[in-house]
Structures are given as C-alpha cells and as structure tokens.
C-alpha cells in the first residue's frame, strides 16, 4: 500500500484485526511468498502436490505452534493460532482446510481428548508437519448425527487390545481429509465397548500407513475423488477390518480402561460425554467460521476494485461511461454485503476472544463452555452462508470475467460451498442453536402451568441477553426504544438493537410456548418438534443477527481514530438497516414495523449505499489482504 | 421407468413436456447413447474433445434440423428445436452452450440476420456440423452495453471489401464459444461504416481459420482459459487486424451497401435498427431460459431421490432413522424449489409456443415481437435465477456427498453459475422488461399532466394484463378477489392470482409516477432512473410473478387426468403461497395483506409442504430425465 493511502485504512485495519493484529501480520508476510500466490488450471494431483507443499512451509512458521502447549514446542496461544487460519484463509482454501485437519482437528483431538502419554509420542511430530493424521469421525451414513455412528472399538482384555471395525461400507469414515494419500495416523471415533458393555463414542489412534505409505494391515483406503472443490485436500473414505491397537491408542482423557478392562470415566452419562468431548472440539467451528469470512473479504475485494475500474453506458448527454458502482442496482449488491461482512469480522473477534477465555482462563467453567459452543455454532452458520451468498454475488456482479478462473472467484465460490457442511450442517447446527437457548428452562417445564412457563421463558430469556449485552446497558430502555410510530426519527445504533434483541425474546417465547402446547397436548414429540422446525430456525437467526449487531456496535464504539469511527459507523448503520429490511416482513406481522416506517428502511439503505459508496475501496483496503494474493487482472490497482 | 410406476406420471410429465414431447422423446432416446453419460475428472482439453465429439453425434440427429428451414436441409419446427435443447440440458452444460452457440446463436445469425447467398453458402454445412462457427458479440470492454462496442468493419471501395478492425485489446471480441479451438467461421458484430458515414452495428462473416485450423493472417486468438464451469466449451477471444473480407459477408438483411457502395436500410433509425437485429435473436435467451429448468430438474431429481433414501436421527423411542424429507426443514428447501420449477416449466412452454408464433405466423407482427422479446427476458432472468438459488440448495440438501462431482451437483452447480450472466446480465435484462413496460406512455408524457398520467398509466397497464390473462378473465373481478380481510377462507387460485396481478399494476403505476416527478422536477436524468433503479427491477419481478403463476393456472386447467391434475393444482398453490410468502413484506407495506393473513401465508406453505412430501417422487419422475443421465450414486432408485 502506498503512501497516497487513505489516512483510515490503517486504523481500520487494526480494529478489524483485533488484539492478534501481529499474529495476523506475520501470517501476511509468510503469504507473500510466490509459493502460496493463486494456481490454476492444475490437476487434482497437481494441487493435492501444491497443498501438501504449502503445508510443509506452514508448519515451519509460527501458525501451528501457537495452538500447542510450550511443554511440546508450542507457543499456547489459540487465539493467535485461529487469527494465524483467519489469514490463511486469504490465500489456498484447500491449504486452509488440510492445515485445519492437521493441526486444528486431528492435533486438537489428540490435545483434547488424550492424556499426556498421547502428547508426548505425538504432538511435536503433529506441530512440524512430520506426522500427518486424519479425523475420522463422519461416516458415509452418519454425516449430522454422529452420535449413531457404527465404527466399533472393542477390547479385548486376551491381548490388552482394542479392535477397530467397520461393520459394513455404510459404516465407513468418509470425506476425511489427509485420507486418500498423505494421513499416517487417524483418530478414529467408534462406539467403545469393554467387558460387553457399551460406553458410547471414543476416539481411539489408529495407524493407517506405514512409513512408506502403504495402508497397514486391516486398513482400507479409498479416494472419495473429485469434488466441487477443494481439489488439493485428499479426502478419502478409511475402512477397519478388525484393527488392532495397543489399549492406550484410546485418547482417555474422557474414559479410561484400567489395567483389568474395566471402564471408567469422570462423567456418567453417555451422552453428556459424548458432547463433552464433541465440546473440546468446538475450535474447528470457530477457525471455519473466520476462514468464511476472511474468503468473503477476498471476493468482495475483487469485486468492489471491479466495480470501481469497469464503466458500462454512456450517461445520457454525455460521452464518459459509468462506473458499474455507481448504479444503485451494483451498489445494492455490494454494499450491504460489505456492511454484514465487517459486522461478522467483528463478531468473529468476539468469538475467539471468548474461546481464549475459555481455553485459557475458564476450563473448567460449563456455562461459559456452552455459551462458547452455542456462539461457535451460531456464527459457524452466519459466517457461512453469507460466504455463500457473497460469492457468488461478487461474481455475477464482475459479470462473464468473473466467471474466468483467473480472476479467482470461481475457486473462491467452489472452495467455500462446502462451508456450510462440513464442522456441522448449518441446519443442525441451527437446532443445536435454538435447542441450547430453549435448554434452561426445559428442566422446570414439567411444574409450571402454561403462564408460568411464559413468564419463566422471558425472564430467562432476557436475562440472558442482558448477560451478553450487559456492557452497553441496553436492555432496560427496550421498551423506550422500540419504534413504534411514524415519526421522522431516525433509527440510532440502540434503537435498531433494540428491535433485533426484542425479536430474538419474541421468537424464542413463542418457540417456547408452542412446544410446551404441543407436549401437553400429548401429541408424538417428533411431530411437536418437526412442525416447529421452521420456528426453531428463526429462533437460531433472530439470536445470530442480535449477537452480531451487539457485537459490531461495541467495536466501532472502540474504534479511536475519529474518522475511522465515523465511517465505519455508517457501515454499521448499513449493516442493521440492511437486516432489518431484509426480515422487515417478520417486524410488520408483529407490529414493530409501519407499512410507512418498513418503507423508509428500504429508502435508508439506499441512501447510506450512495453514502458509502465513495467508501467502499478503503473499507476493502482495510481487510489488508496482500497484493500478491489478489492476482485477478478484474482487480488491479 | 418399471410398470410399478404410480399413474399420474405419464399424464404430468406429458403435461410439462407440452405440444413438443415427440421431439424430446426422440432427444431424450438419443442421450440414453453412453456417448452422452455424465463424465468426471477430465482435464479442460479432454472435456473440449469430447463435448465435440457429441456435438458431431447431436449433428446426426433432427434436433439441429428443426431450426431451419426446409430449403436448406432443415425440418422448420424451431420449436421442436428449442424443446430440443431443452432435452439435451438434461446431459452435459457445455454440450448445450456449444450447440447453442453453434446452431443458436451462429447458426440463427447466418438465417436471421444473413439473406439468400448467406443460406445457400453456409446453413447446411451449419446444420450437418462440417462448418463450425463462432458468435462474435460481447468485447471485453463491452458485454451488457453491446450498442458501444468498439470494433469496426469499415467499406474500401477500391477493393469492394470490408476491414474488420479491433482498434484496441479492450475490443477484443471475449467469451466467445467455439473461438479457442473449434471454430472456422465468425459472425462478427462491428460498428460499420460506408464512405465515411457511420451506420451503426452489424454483423459480418469472418473466416478465422483455414481447414488445417490455424488461425488465418490477421486474425489472433486466444484461450480464455480455465472456467468455473463449462469447461467443455472453448471460450476465446478474436483481434483483427485489418482484416478485409468480401463486401457480401455482410450479413445484409438489415442493412446493405450497394455497388456503389452506398449504404441502405429498411430501418432508418440506428438505434432501431440495432434492437431489430437483436431481436431476431431472441431464440438463444429463449433456449438458455429451458435449460435453465432443465438442469434445476435434474438438480432436484437427485435431492428429492437423495432425501427419501437418505434417514438421520432416530426418532423418539425408536429404532427408525427419520427420512430427510420428513424433516420440515428439509421440506421447506426442496418442496417450494420443486413447485416453482413446475410452474416456469409450464411459463416456458407458453414461451416456446410465441416464439414458434412469432418466428412462422407472425413474423412481422412488431408488437408480438416486442411481447416475445419482454417475455424471452423476464422469463430468463426468473428461470436462470432460481437455478442458481435451487442447484445450490439440492447441493446442500445432499451435505458431504453432494459435493463430490460424481453426485453430479457440483457440475450443475458449475455450468448454471453463468447463466446469469450470458445472454443478456440478468440485471440488464430486468430492467429491459420494465423500460418495455414503460415505453408505450413514455410518447405521451410530455402531454399530460401528473395526474392524467397515473391514470394514463394504470389504464394502459391494466390492457396489457388483460390483454395477456384474457383467456381466464379474471381481471374485472380482481377488486373483489383482493384479500383484505383476516376470514378463514382459503386463498383460491384467482385470488392468488389477483393478488400478483395486482402488485405488478401498483408496482408499474408507482414507477411511472416516480419517474415523471423525477424528470418533472428538472434533475438530471441519470440521477433519476439511478435512483428509481431498485424500482425497475421489482416491476420486471413483478410482472415475472404474474407472468409465471398466469401460465402456471392455465397449464393445471388443462390437465385431462383427474389425479395428475389435482396434483398439480396442490403444486401450483404451493408456488403462489410461496411466492407471496417471500415477498409478504411488500404486500403488507402495501395494505394488501394483514399480519394475521401473512402469517396464515407461512403456515399455508408449511402445511402444503407437508402435503406434497408424499407426492415429491412422482413429480421429479415426471420430469423425465432418463435414468442413464442420472448417475449419482445416493440418486439410485
């Protein structure tokens, strides 16, 4: 960036960077090497070779080790560690996503889930790329529900082993990464039995190839080939015909098998452990989650500089073309997104912020776990398909060039589809969402009345919010602020809060009642739970966008640099305006919204496009992605 | 298809497959050729030898013949010919663009544009496949603004030839299929001028490569390279050189010189000349609408298949795994996806049928040409954009194993992306179908005052919906039809009717309105239309919706079997009570729903959802696509 550079970017940059801006920039400077600039046209051999290559580089710099303890090379920062994939995720996805099984799944499992003696044999190798692994937890018919997988670990107390099996080709591990050609070593999750009983899911270590990479005995590998993307991860499918492992391959933090077979564990029920041990995990949610976002900000970077450089028709009297941003029709496409692209970049700081805290300060703190997980999985979701979304937007609005591989944005959109399945299908994860929050009061429902349930939900429910919002105060003025006439005022910052908070309350109240309805009325629970899909949907997005909005207000409240502040004010102005008037429907059926004020929404978003678009190439120069990565000839400076 | 199939598919699919379902069977016989079964992990060079191979397969075949007339090899059906492409979009994307560009777009040039020594010289090498051809259009500083582009075909009278000249690489002829590799022969688009008069674009034949396929003197062409999609097809680009041609290659129907070199025209005005021209292309958007519901179909052939076959999560106190689609959620995806194809399925047969009017019994019906044109664009605009959202929507609702390209989603996903995009950019295109909806006033306006022009406008729009809808008359009755209340009775198809009918006319008088007061008020008038540009594109969507549930309704009527048809009535009210639905934000801001009905809306779609889940199978069997194009191992009967 030169020194006609716009007095904000840097500023800017900073607040979108976070507390781990140097961790970021380091991954910066590691990028611009020639190694990691954007390939096409190479075969999936090819770029499984490129990815592979890019690995090994990686894992001589810093990215890894943040995410380990000290004890075994590490350096114990996992925030940096995440902010370190965030950047990443600038360059190579399928670097991005290999990097994320090697050290963020299968070296997290084997942090999280193991005990010491895993530690010791394995995490250093894990760190410096020397040994590759796999976590093979999906099965070819389990994706979502991974609890009834079929893969078996059982002991066999003759030799003080675990055998590892596949009951039949529906039981198979499938889509896991470093599969088809590079994994020595998988965690392999399967239903643990000792002494004929059954302990549920554990992840057990088991060897897949030997040194010279061949598959080891019992093994078989297949490639699960082609796919829409992310052609450089070798995803294959991993089949166990009664494997043997040493008793201690079982990662036993969790659940334990003693000298003389006999399991034990520090929780009782099965399926508490059983999220417990899917909970430790949560960090992978939270890397794909910044990955989405730091992908969006590359398809928007490309687009936006198009938008700016390439002009169609002739204004009328005149002979000069116009800039394709300067339609109001491209500025509709582009600027709101960027708006909800800096709000979740905000949101996402507050995220790893908060697993910092819970990997650091807060171990052992369940309610901080499970308002880390429901977060994790709440922006997972958001993150992802507004990726989706973006992306493709961007390139219908770069037009047939966009559609041009060279100009990136095919493989940006092909790389990131996925996103919304894989670390959990953003429609379970949606119910797992709206489920938590339902959580609390589930226990008290069997001895209220049907008021008293109402009253118990909003109760909860606000003091919920109140809890995560506390910092701003707002709640109290909720009922002050809800607009409600036709008056001229404007919508500020905590008016517009006020009106996604008290729709998250709303949704989930009503969720609440209508399935405590159901359940009385001694219908099938499936059905009760089924009808309120859709509901529970809502309930998981109303919370999402609340979240968001709260996040992305505090931080330009944070922001020191007066102009800086001022501009991203706007953006976030946009940000809330633009979601409100997306769901405006919702705020009209539930009198929040005048047919005259829903209006006037629509006509502000309009003006703050026009008023931002000025705007719109240094807000994209402050996602500070390195020239040498947006090699699109569309988008030259 | 076995003799367990249920009885309604024969009658529906007859039904989609409309008066031309000989022709497509005789297409769909010739893709069950193992020739035409889907393919995976090719390189870019293989996919381009082997879409050629099928194109010279296709070249056998009627289909090619139907589009031309009998006098020079042809079957004169263009609508055979177009239900033709239809069929063949079942199979591979890049064989229908490559066909469509040959046969289509080259091809229809050469009959449309060309006169007698045009045909004689060249249809039946066209036809039989021996003269493969180019349609050298968009320039790479010039794609939706066509009327700018920059090339020149200039008269030299001392030779009686044309010079072909781009005057800059921005003039590069772009995008264009069959240039990289394939072609011989190129209709090119050039501003053209004689004795030093300009007389705007025209089109002129260049050869571009001689038989042994190099590139002839003075013409340069380059690879496009690496696609999204489509990479079967051999994008490129064409630069001239001062290449000089005969004065005949001049495609003259439009515009001739004469011996002396004087330039003559039935069309005086340039302007209109060029949008004539145009139109007479009208068959290529037509084709590519068709193939967009022909892929969405295939898409959700394989989701529906995958969501029946494919159980996740047990139920309650149970040992059964729950069937994705009897998740709401799943339903909710797939369901209304499924009753919007049908219905622009059914718009496009009514499509398919004015173009065969236009193209045989009205050829120089100017209003019906304009009719069709409208149509042609709103109709690809609707068509192109819902597969984009649904092939997505198939792709997730298949998780992990919709990804892998032997699922077959990811290509389709691929080959649409650009559908948006050529043929007119879908933004382009929208606001095209408003101005024509605008433009039968727009001579008047100076003439009235503000108040006489509203009711100016509503009159007239008002004619033009009757004038399309007369056959159901159901116009006069609109005012009483109009929801307004919150009773209990059920939205009737007329009603559903009305309420569409009645935005695209409230929709339409708003925006005339709008832009009178804008031009009025003396402000410049880019300003103006930029301001009111979100207004034109939801009056094109709104006559879309209209259009589109108008077809659909009069399809159901004329359904002769009783189940078949009362199947497709449940289908046609899920699309109106979706379509409404997802536009229920405006017809509350306009009084035309209350809160308490829109919600009903919501609830009408879960419930109709519900209905149909049953009934999903039999309506994607009804789309016919033979077994042999649907590989994808979870879409296995």
Same mark, same amino acid.
């Given at each position: ?48 070779a490129l990815t592979l290559e890019r690995l090994v580089a990686l894992a001589k710099t810093d990215g890894p080790a943040w995410l380990f303890p000290r004890a075994y090379g590490g350096l114990e920062d996992p925030a940096a560690g995440i902010a370190a994939f965030e950047v990443q995720a600038f360059s190579d996805l399928s670097l991005l996503v290999k990097s994320g099984v090697q050290w963020g799944l299968f070296g997290g499992a084997v942090l999280r ?106 093994v078989r590998i297949e490639d699960d080939g082609l796919k829409a993307g992310l052609n450089g991860v070798d995803n294959g499918r991993l089949l166990f015909d009664h494997v043997r492992v040493p008793r201690d391959a079982l990662l036993d933090r969790f659940g334990q098998i003693a000298d003389d077979g006999t399991y034990s564990s520090p929780i009782d029920d099965v399926s508490r452990r059983f999220f417990t041990m899917l909970g430790t995990l949560v ?148 119910? !797992?969402? &709206?489920?938590?929050?339902?959580? +609390?009061?589930? %226990?008290? =429902?069997? #001895? ?6 109402? @009253? ?117 102005? !946009?940000? &809330?305006?633009?979601?409100?008037? +997306?769901?405006? %429907?919702? =705020?009209? #059926? ?6 005259? @004020? ?40």
């Amino acid at each position: 960036m030169g020194s006609g550079e716009d007095g904000r970017v840097a500023p800017l940059r900073r607040a979108l960077d976070g507390p781990w801006w140097e961790a970021r920039d380091q991954v910066r400077a590691t990028l611009r090497d020639p190694l990691f600039a954007p390939r096409y046209g190479l075969t999936a051999d090819e770029q499984r070779a490129l990815t592979l290559e890019r690995l090994v580089a990686l894992a001589k710099t810093d990215g890894p080790a943040w995410l380990f303890p000290r004890a075994y090379g590490g350096l114990e920062d996992p925030a940096a560690g995440i902010a370190a994939f965030e950047v990443q995720a600038f360059s190579d996805l399928s670097l991005l996503v290999k990097s994320g099984v090697q050290w963020g799944l299968f070296g997290g499992a084997v942090l999280r889930l193991g005990t010491a003696r895993h530690h010791q044999q394995h995490l250093a190798g894990i760190i410096d790329g020397t040994l590759l692994g796999c976590f093979a937890m999906t099965e070819t018919g389990h994706g979502s529900d991974v609890q009834s997988l079929r893969t078996t670990a059982t002991y066999d107390p003759a030799t003080d082993e675990l055998v590892v099996h596949t009951p039949d080709d529906t039981a198979a591990k499938d889509y896991i990464g470093n599969a088809a050609l590079h994994g020595r070593l998988a965690v392999v999750f399967a239903q643990l039995s000792t002494q004929g009983e059954q302990h549920g899911v554990h992840a057990v270590l088991v060897p897949i190839r030997d040194d010279a990479g061949r598959p080891c005995p019992g093994v078989r590998i297949e490639d699960d080939g082609l796919k829409a993307g992310l052609n450089g991860v070798d995803n294959g499918r991993l089949l166990f015909d009664h494997v043997r492992v040493p008793r201690d391959a079982l990662l036993d933090r969790f659940g334990q098998i003693a000298d003389d077979g006999t399991y034990s564990s520090p929780i009782d029920d099965v399926s508490r452990r059983f999220f417990t041990m899917l909970g430790t995990l949560v960090q992978g949610r939270v890397s794909i989650s910044g990955a989405a976002v730091s992908a969006t900000k590359c398809a928007l970077t490309i687009a936006v500089r198009h938008g700016e450089r390439r002009r169609q028709f002739t204004l009328p009297g005149g002979d000069d073309e116009v800039p394709l941003l300067d339609y109001r029709a491209h500025q509709r496409l582009l600027l709101p997104a960027l708006a909800t692209t800096c709000a979740l970049s905000f949101a996402q700081l507050v995220l790893v912020q908060e697993l910092a805290t819970v990997l650091t300060a807060a171990p052992d703190d369940a309610d901080a776990r499970r308002r880390l997980e429901t977060r994790a999985a709440a922006m997972k979701v958001a993150t992802t398909a507004h990726a989706v979304r973006t992306i493709q937007t961007c390139r219908e609005a770069c037009g047939g060039a966009g559609y041009l591989a060279v100009n990136q944005l095919a493989a940006l959109r092909a790389d990131t589809d996925v996103f919304a399945t894989f670390e959990g299908a953003n429609t379970v994860l949606q119910q !797992l969402v &709206a489920k938590t929050l339902l959580t +609390r009061y589930q %226990a008290e =429902f069997g #001895e209220l009345d049907a008021r008293g349930t109402v @009253r118990f939900v909003a109760d909860h429910v606000v003091e919920a919010v109140i809890e995560r919002s506390g910092a701003r105060g707002i709640l109290q003025r909720i009922a002050d602020l809800l607009p409600s006439g036709d008056d001229d005022h404007p919508f500020d910052r905590d008016r517009q809060l006020a009106l996604l908070v008290w729709r998250e309350k709303h949704v989930l109240d009503g969720l609440a009642r209508r399935l405590r309805k159901g359940v009385e009325s001694g219908r099938d629970a499936f059905a009760v739970v089924n009808d309120a899909q859709d509901h529970l949907l809502l309930a998981a997005s109303a919370h999402t966008d609340a979240l968001v909005l709260e996040a992305f207000a505090d931080a330009v409240d944070a922001i020191e640099d007066d102009d800086a502040r001022a501009l991203m004010s706007k953006v976030c102005d !946009l940000h &809330a305006l633009a979601t409100v008037e +997306r769901d405006r %429907a919702w =705020f009209l #059926e539930h009198g929040r919204l005048t047919p005259a @004020r829903s209006k006037a929404v629509t006509v502000a978003v309009n003006d703050l496009c026009a008023e931002l678009r000025p705007h719109a190439r240094v807000l994209v120069d402050a996602f500070g992605i390195p020239d040498e990565l947006i090699t699109a000839p569309i988008a030259q400076r």
